[in-house]
């Protein structure tokens, strides 16, 4: 074997993306909520950057203008998405040079309105953080907590207490104790015995929620039925013996083998409904996430058009604070001070491009979804059309990538509701009479053929096709059977309703 050294020149091309481009596809592909964040961020992380308020509410006013001009031009922005094959960065110097050129208007008369250090006093104004936090709801308290608080007033010998918190530490956020009781045994660190470990689970079992405690379904459901202080025979009985029965909506099975009639089996099944599967879920926090739509869609009656707007009235004005544009002019600084300002103007400057560059972006994408499904804007979802992302990039001369971005975690609000604006991009198929129907229409089309049939002979799969047929709508029975799962649609024997 021989080893040596050699030189190679090679020539190859590769794509370099300047932090410009990076920051500027991060801005973009923030939502409304997020972008405020990072604003805030950099206000804390960068001296050079600030809060221009004078100009805020003009800013605000300036919203609806973004819009025609979005439509009639591309913005100077979009040309940051472009990459060049150079890695130079001569143009971001030089125009950093004449950073307080093109800001000296906006910032001329910095000095006279301010000094080095200033102070806020509050005036009386309220302070926006303070409400906030006195409006955010207290911290929910958890399920262990919730249970261990009724432990306390529980009576039983002191190794039964035990047992019974050692219990309770294992018991899953759903209610469940998955775990063997013998295999718990050995965490209570004092003997004790298999009767007393039953004990101090029945005990658990006696707490709220209703049904905690239990090692499966069928035991969850017989401790909530037994809590109910009435009949429950029939229920136990379904429960305890016919519970597969019940999954696979077999109701004269049932009722064959219990010797009650359909009308009681139904009756039972309806107390049965009233039960939690899940009784754990009833404490600690699961809420919904909060929705702040980015774009918001009205109807113009005067033009019969849709128009939209940013709701971004509550991200800051930036402007770059002049007084340190104005110390990197003099020549007495220090070289690792002007390094650092420069660093600093270049990344503010960068960002208030790049939250230019997202507004018009967005508002160019809206735009675009608008005259498209103008239909479903009228009618529904049932007339929602294919849109393929490629095909917008195309007619909007940006890259496919940046349509991604644009519409990643950003929701429209429209006169019919809230959707996410992905949700408008979808492929789809054609109807019997050539036009184009998006995957979703045809989900929703299925299930408004579903809500409507006849529950007491519901529609099989193949009964299916032949009515989407009717519509126009042409699938395999493989597909519908696929659209029928992910809609959470039971076959058709467990929809039939019995009388």
């Excluded at 960002?351 to 499904?373: F, P």
Aim: charged share 30%; hydrophobic share 35%; with cysteine.
């Amino acid at each position: 074997m021989r080893l040596d050294i050699s030189q190679q020149m090679k020539m190859d091309q590769r794509m370099v993306l300047a932090p410009r481009m990076i920051q500027s596809m991060e801005i973009l592909q923030l939502p409304l909520q997020a972008l405020e964040e990072r604003i805030e961020q950099e206000l804390l992380s960068n001296p050079v950057l600030e809060r221009d308020e004078t100009n805020e509410a003009s800013d605000n006013h300036g919203n609806n203008d973004q819009q025609n001009q979005a439509d009639n031009e591309i913005p100077d922005g979009e040309r940051l998405l472009s990459i060049k094959d150079d890695n130079s960065k001569t143009e971001d110097f030089a125009r950093l040079d004449s950073a307080g050129s093109e800001f000296g208007e906006d910032f001329s008369d910095y000095f006279d309105r301010s000094t080095a250090t200033s102070f806020r006093r509050n005036d009386g104004e309220s302070d926006r953080k303070l409400e906030a936090m006195q409006n955010t709801a207290a911290p929910s308290i958890s399920l262990r907590e919730h249970l261990y608080q009724q432990w306390l007033f529980v009576e039983a010998e002191p190794i039964v207490k035990k047992a019974g918190q050692v219990i309770i530490d294992f018991i899953e956020d759903t209610g469940y104790l998955t775990v063997d009781l013998n295999s718990l045994a050995e965490y209570v660190k004092e003997p004790v015995t298999a009767e007393q470990m039953n004990q101090a689970l029945e005990l658990v079992q006696t707490l709220e929620p209703s049904g905690v405690g239990a090692r499966d379904l069928p035991e969850c459901l017989i401790i909530q039925l037994n809590n109910l202080n009435r009949d429950c025979s029939l229920e136990l009985e379904i429960i305890g013996e016919h519970l597969k029965n019940l999954e696979m909506n077999r109701y004269p099975a049932i009722a064959k083998k219990t010797g009650r009639s359909i009308e009681e089996i139904q009756q039972a099944i309806k107390t049965i409904a009233t039960l939690d599967p899940r009784p754990g879920l009833q404490l600690g926090r699961h809420e919904n996430h909060f929705i702040m739509p980015d774009v918001i869609v009205e109807y113009d009656e005067e033009h019969d058009e849709y128009t939209a707007r940013l709701t971004d009235g509550s991200l800051p004005s930036l402007r770059i604070n002049t007084q340190y544009t104005q110390m990197l002019r003099q020549k007495d600084l220090g070289a690792n001070a002007k390094e650092f300002l420069n660093n600093n103007v270049r990344s503010a400057k960068w960002l208030i491009e790049s939250i230019q560059q997202r507004k018009a972006t967005l508002l160019r994408v809206v735009h675009h979804v608008l005259h498209t499904q103008r239909e479903f804007l009228d009618n529904g979802p049932l007339h929602l059309k294919p849109l393929p992302m490629v095909d917008v990039a195309d007619k909007l001369g940006i890259h496919v990538g940046t349509v991604s971005r644009a519409v990643s975690g950003k929701y429209l609000q429209t006169p019919i509701g809230i959707f996410p604006l992905r949700s408008f991009f979808s492929g789809g198929t054609e109807t019997a009479n050539g036009d184009s129907v998006s995957w979703d229409a045809v989900k929703a089309k299925l299930q408004e053929i579903v809500d409507a049939e006849d529950k007491a002979d519901p529609f099989n799969d193949d009964q299916l096709v032949d009515e989407l047929k009717k519509h126009g709508i042409t699938l395999a029975r493989r597909t519908v059977a696929k659209y029928r799962g992910i809609l959470n649609i039971p076959p058709a024997r467990r929809r039939k309703q019995f009388t």
